[in-house]
């Protein structure tokens, strides 16, 4: 069981840590009773510094053997087959769904945390107790106190995995195959003396193992900790980890009489940023002043990964070479969210929305040559830009089918291979690696495979892959393709991607891991209170569960975060800690040891360890950001209209462009829950069919007819995703309400005459110019009053009329009605928002509508005269339009003067 930190990496420079040279010096020591090492093992904490430590000892002791526990461990013989983490998880979530254990939601949640605290358990050598009752009873009581309600099934399907883990000789986790391991481990050690480094003994059974050859074997621990405390490291030990009687008052006042200058003058900083991009700006700027004195390597602690990936990035614009020793999670890449595209697509089938996003993918048909591909992707994305439904899409695709053999063109191949890439993924249920071999067979079809492998981040995703393809568990069992999706999504959250470069000067690290590399200068990024420490989130087996086990607690991780950060404050010459004073718009606060540490020294000494963002030895220079405008060819502007397309442009101009004109579509990642936009479509479709429904039977109450198209519906969907059950109870509970609407509306002798209709008209202006308008019409009703014949355009809202501002209506500022008017102008429809959240339903009409339909017409006309004279489109940064806007960031608006 290698650390999490194992993955990590370190520099390649001559120069090592201090904590390397220490363990080199020990192993000198010992030499002169065991030439050149022989008989010698030196155990580290991950095997990463297995090749760093041998080029220190080489020319002394070349026969030394260097190794970490588990590679140790792996000489044993192991009887019995170890289980993954998924298998395990999916054993007991079938075992929640068996007995109907659990609210549905949270199961998957569970089996995630019951495995990993099982794992832990084995690991920190805690003994559950064998009588299940007696466990339920102790887990029951922790859930008692954390949640006010004992959760007795809970503990019961804990005790079975256990059980059904530790009961059989054939099945072991990893965890459990480690511990089985270094039991017997001692019958197989052949070496004379063990030296260990203190870092690698994290869990019992180690200690165990090292107990067990005590007798036959010389045990010598090297302690990562100075024997000799120099000043700075009293001072941060007696803050920190203060257990003396004397209070933290009388110790600062004895030892500033003691030591009349600050330790931490010189060396230690803090920079507090406003906002996310002053962080990184000055990251950068500190680093280039670090590299322009020499003061390099670089080592920048990566508490906050959104920043440590923002100054990658700037990083690598600049040329200047960095190494991740952390690694960045898998499904952080770019590689993995294009992946994530074509998987939602053969989950869902294709739309327009969804063909968009494939179409931006960097790595799609990337066989061609990059113009020609180019010219296809512009051409695809305007073939399916003129589709307005879902229909007209599916036609364009179908129609590749029949075209004669002869037409080879490069269009009718790439729907060619849409088509072929979907059907990859009909079967019912295959194995976790016939899925796999399934997706690389997709990105063949769609000309992915090579252009991926010219990525690093996509060469490395693909040889992930094909170890989990190779691996032969992953060959046994059949899943489902939502299985397999969620089973993916979970192995690239527990993996990394490494970016490889050549002579770093940066590099960036863990926390635990700094120890063990050279550096001159530091930078931590994110010392606020929730990344320092890191402390892991288990909703459900949380505080009070652990303390029964006698786990790690919080304060643990906190202790354990204050003894990292304080060897590192002692082994760097230059160290500065950087924060952001707002987090997703709430205050943020210092990491509590970090607080401390400020507050006592400004009490101590008078002065303060923060410093300005400017004073990064460099001349800074401000960046003026404006509000953004662009300019839109004639050749580039839509000629047909909508009346979304058209609210964009009153909202925001600039996201108009972006949404309508570039067609830059945000990804919709896959969930599990069900969102209220599919919500609402649903709806839409079971008020479109039942009047249908109704009109076939008429003696049928609205009532009766809205539950049975509902039940029809919606029993498909509860039966393939349980997330659509609380939609269905929210849903039946408005059916009353809207079923006495449509009972008023029959009564009132209006009559439906269209139905999600979709309409298109042409408009001119008086300088002859053309539009096309088009829109979809929820509902068209008609009724004879006073002889004459009244149309009524009707538009579902599925919310509160509460929401609605009706300045905004009648100003024009709402263009929906108004516009859909235009489209039925020869019939002087009215025009109603149909508010289906309301208690009664209310509907909400528009006064002057006809003068008001032309005046907006007469405004778009004017819009596109204006566009086509040169007048730019700007950002009009609005809250509210901001609020909701896909593209934000995209503009800067934070950032204008």
Known sequence: MERREGQTRLLREITSSWALLATAHEIKTIIEQYPEGRGVTVVVPHAKLIPHLESLVFSYARYVHITTFSLLAEQVPLHGQIVGEYERQQLVYDALVENSWFEEHYRWHFAQESVRLMDELNLQGIIWPNNESELA?????????????????????????????????????????????????????????????????????????????????????????????????????????????????????????????????????????????????????????????????????????QSVRRLQACLSSKNIPFED???????????????????????????????????????FMGDEEENERCQLIEQLINDIGQFSNQ????????????LEEE?????????????????????????????????????????????????????????????LLSNKQHQQGLYAFNEWVGWLEEVLESSYFKPEYTNPVVTFSQLSQSLYISSTATLVLGIDSTQLPYIPVNPIFGESVRKVFGLPLREDFLEESTKDIMEL??????????????INGAQSVLAPMIDLMENTHKYMYGSSLFISTQSSNIENQSIQVTRPKVSIPANKFPQTVTASFYQRVMNCPYQAFLYDILCVKKPFPVTEGVTKAEFGQLVHRVLEKVVVFKKCHPNQTWHDCLMQVTDSLWQPLLEEDPYWQAWYVYWCSLIPVISEWFDKREQANWQTIGI?????????????????????????????????????????????SKHIIRKDIESGEE???????????????????????????????????????????????????????????????????????????????????
């Not at 009873?137 to 959760?151: G, I, K, R, V």
């Not at 404050?569 to 924060?579: A, D, L």
Request: glycine letters at 2%; charged letters at 20%.
């Open 815 to 897: 263009i929906q009605l108004p516009f859909y008017a235009q489209l039925l102008d020869e019939l002087e429809p009215k025009t109603s928002y149909v508010f289906l959240e309301d208690q009664p339903i209310r509907e909400v009409s528009i006064n002057h509508l006809s003068e008001l339909s032309e005046k907006i017409m007469e405004r778009w006309f004017d819009i596109v005269n204006d566009t086509r004279n040169g007048i730019s489109w700007p950002a009009n940064g609005t809250t509210k339009t901001c609020e909701y806007c896909q593209y934000q960031g995209v503009c800067r608006r934070q950032y204008w003067n």
């Open 391 to 402: 229909s007209q899409l599916n036609k364009w695709l179908v129609n590749v089918t029949v």
């Open 756 to 800: 999600e209709q979709h309409i298109n008209k042409l408009k001119h202006n008086s300088r002859g110019e053309e539009f096309e308008l088009v829109g979809n019409i929820d509902r068209l009703d008609t009724k004879v009053e006073d002889g004459q014949q009244i149309t009524e355009i009707l538009d579902y809202k599925l919310r509160s």
């Open 569 to 582: 404050i002692e082994h760097s010459n230059t160290i500065v800690m950087t924060y952001r004073t707002q």
């Open 407 to 467: 037409n080879n063109n490069k269009t009718n191949k790439i729907k060619r291979a849409l088509l072929t890439g979907l059907s990859l993924f009909q079967h019912r249920r295959l194995s976790l690696s016939g899925w796999i071999n399934q997706l690389f067979q997709l990105l063949e079809c769609w000309s992915m495979y090579t252009s991926l492998t010219k990525d690093m981040a996509g060469q490395q995703f693909l040889e992930y892959l094909q170890q």
């Open 137 to 305: 009873q102790t887990l029951a009581s922790a859930y008692q106190s954390a949640l006010s309600q004992p959760l007795q099934f809970e503990a019961r399907v804990v005790h079975t995995l256990w059980q059904l883990l530790h009961d059989s000789s054939r099945y072991l986790s990893s965890s459990m195959a480690y511990i089985a391991r270094l039991k017997n481990l001692p019958k197989y050690c052949s070496m004379n003396v063990l030296m260990v480094m203190e870092a690698s003994i994290r869990y019992p059974a180690e200690r165990q193992f090292l107990e067990d050859i005590s007798d036959n074997v010389l045990i010598k621990i090297i302690a990562t900790e100075p024997i000799q405390h120099s000043k700075l490291r009293d001072w941060l030990s007696n803050l920190w980890l203060h257990r003396s009687d004397i209070a933290l008052v009388d110790w600062a006042n004895s030892y500033k009489t003691r030591c009349h200058d600050s330790p931490l003058i010189n060396r230690v900083n803090l920079v507090a940023c406003d906002y996310f991009e002053q962080e990184t700006e000055f990251a950068v700027s500190w680093i280039e002043a670090r590299i322009k004195n020499n003061q390099v390597p670089v080592m920048v602690i990566a508490q906050d990964r």
């Open 325 to 363: 020793t952390t690694g960045w999670i898998f499904s952080t890449t770019t590689v993995v969210a294009a992946i994530k595209v074509c998987l939602n697509l053969a989950q869902r089938g294709f739309s327009r929305q969804g063909l968009f996003e494939l179409f931006h993918i960097p790595w």
